[in-house]
């Protein structure tokens, strides 16, 4: 059977909230029960099984044991979703031969072949569970468990929420998740248990130091449907931006805001992209509040760039500028500030809606529409189709933005650099319908144009930053000292660079269009 469950992570203080919750929950078809749950995990010396991406454990379920192998473990949305097969297991005894799911059982065996099986470490868990039945006609069990894993001498807790589907519509997961967490708060659990078993015995943790995640190819096929493609480019950034939400929640590493606003971003493109597939309503909301949070983020990021990016190379060019020491003080107050207020943005309700509502769209195909027939036919297009008149369209908005490009004003040049953008994710997206080389080379000019017009929209908004009464040091004669040394610089970087836009744009124009 397939098991489709989301998982999320939990403190001892949402526990104790979920568990008065979960008593009051709509459509409760019993009160909720409590039980202990001791689970066994097993593999060969070389771990064998885990290789395989197979699980195979014993839960000893009060007086009950109970054998469980399962394989085949995906991810989408948060959802995670992994084939498993379940038996009797008297007397706590391993069983391979009663597996009852007989393509599983074969790969078990031949996975372990003429190994010895044993024990790699345990769960000891409290599960408090219940069974409900939504409005809609779909169970759900709600599970909380509490306890912790066990690896020798090593031992580390765990606090789960596991919503597991029964039956009925996979929306209802979501839909289910927003309600127990009414004020944000939501984090999803990445990782099975026995994947934090194995995490365990290795590495000593159950939840590895979490890192900035940058853009993924997703391998698209000429053949494919735009429906799928769409959805499979949806799936890729969801992921880029729920990883790098906890990245900046977390840590305080310049990367995570970086990478996340590239991720709303990417999917931003993708809507305009796949706009004759999954265009509606639903999906101009989404992509009103990815333009929303790409803005909140953005001043993490761009006081990021000052700091690093912008400070930094002055402070070594002028070392005996005293200016800089106060002008860095006072950004980087602003930066501690800003990011604190970050972090209780991205843990409120508005992005935690935002995020389960973009899951719900991609997993529950959110973009259909009863009635419109003509609808299917789009739906079923071969991605390369769409993607040449995609790719078209957008060519032609920048070709029209970089008419007269040495005499653009500032506005008119901010305005190419976003076409410019847009054209670059498109081009990424759709990158593995086409000759490798055919695209390079076309990505390499624009990727040379997209410099000049990055160092531009740094100077732009540093300058915003750094001038004016409310500015960081506007009180400081020595930090406004620092910070003109600072637009003077990039003042004339930018402008120098500027003077090979033009043959840079008449390169790239001139380049041959891959998708044609």
Not at 60 to 83: E, F, I, L, P, Y
Not at 316 to 323: S, T, V
Request: with cysteine; charged share 30%.
């Amino acid at each position: 059977m397939t098991e489709i469950e989301l998982k999320l992570l939990i403190d001892d203080r949402e526990l104790r909230r979920l568990r008065s919750l979960v008593r009051d929950l709509a459509g409760l078809e019993a009160l909720p029960t409590a039980r202990s749950l001791r689970s066994i995990y097993y593999d060969t010396p070389d771990l064998a099984l885990k290789g395989a991406g197979i699980a195979l454990r014993l839960r000893q379920d009060g007086r009950r044991w109970v054998q469980t192998a399962k394989a085949g473990r995906s991810g989408n949305g948060g959802v995670q979703t992994v084939q498993e097969a379940e038996c009797n297991a008297p007397g706590g005894r391993l069983a391979l031969d009663a597996i009852p799911d007989h393509d599983l059982r074969a790969h078990v065996l031949a996975t372990i072949g003429d190994a010895d099986l044993a024990a790699v470490f345990e769960t000891r868990m409290k599960r408090i569970s219940t069974v409900l039945t939504r409005a809609n006609g779909a169970n759900v069990e709600v599970a909380l468990d509490s306890g912790k894993i066990v690896a020798g001498e090593r031992s580390e807790p765990l606090c789960e929420l596991e919503l597991e589907l029964m039956s009925g519509d996979i929306g209802t997961l979501f839909d289910l998740a927003q309600d127990m967490f009414p004020e944000g708060g939501l984090r999803f659990s990445r990782h099975s248990k026995a994947a934090r078993g194995f995490m365990l015995m290795k590495d000593g943790v159950i939840e590895p130091p979490i890192s900035p995640r940058k853009a993924k190819k997703v391998p698209l096929r000429p053949a494919l449907s735009a429906e799928l493609a769409a959805r499979d480019i949806l799936r890729e950034c969801f992921d880029q931006i729920t990883v790098n939400l906890d990245v900046t929640r977390d840590t305080d590493r310049p990367e995570g805001p970086h990478q996340l606003r590239i991720g709303l971003r990417r999917l931003r493109s993708a809507f305009g992209v796949f706009a004759p597939t999954i265009g509606g309503a639903e999906a101009n909301r989404l992509n009103h509040e990815a333009r929303w949070l790409a803005k909140v983020v953005g001043t993490q990021r761009d006081l990021d760039v000052v700091i690093d990016d912008l400070l930094a190379p002055e402070i070594a060019n002028f070392p005996n500028e005293k200016g800089f020491d106060v002008l860095a003080e006072r950004l980087r107050a602003c930066q501690d500030t800003n990011r604190h207020a970050l972090r209780q943005e991205l843990d409120g309700i508005r992005v935690q809606s935002f995020v389960l509502g973009l899951a719900r769209f991609i997993e529950t195909r959110g973009w259909l529409v009863a009635g419109d027939y003509a609808q299917t036919g789009r739906l079923a297009e071969p991605v390369d189709t769409l993607s040449a008149r995609a790719l078209d369209r957008l060519w032609a908005k920048t070709r029209k933005r970089a008419r007269g490009i040495e005499t653009l004003d500032i506005e008119a040049r901010h305005d190419l650099r976003k076409r410019l953008k847009s054209l670059r994710y498109a081009v990424e997206f759709m990158q593995p319908l086409y000759p490798g080389k055919r695209v390079a080379s076309f990505v390499k000019r624009m990727a040379a144009l997209q410099d000049i017009f990055g160092s531009l929209n740094d100077l732009a908004m540093a300058e915003a930053m750094l001038t004016g009464p409310d500015a960081p040091g506007a009180d400081n004669p020595d930090a406004q000292r620092a910070a003109g040394l600072i637009l003077g610089s990039r003042t004339v970087q930018a402008e120098h660079t500027w003077h090979t836009a033009k043959a840079l744009w008449t390169d790239l124009s001139e380049t041959r269009q891959f998708w044609h």
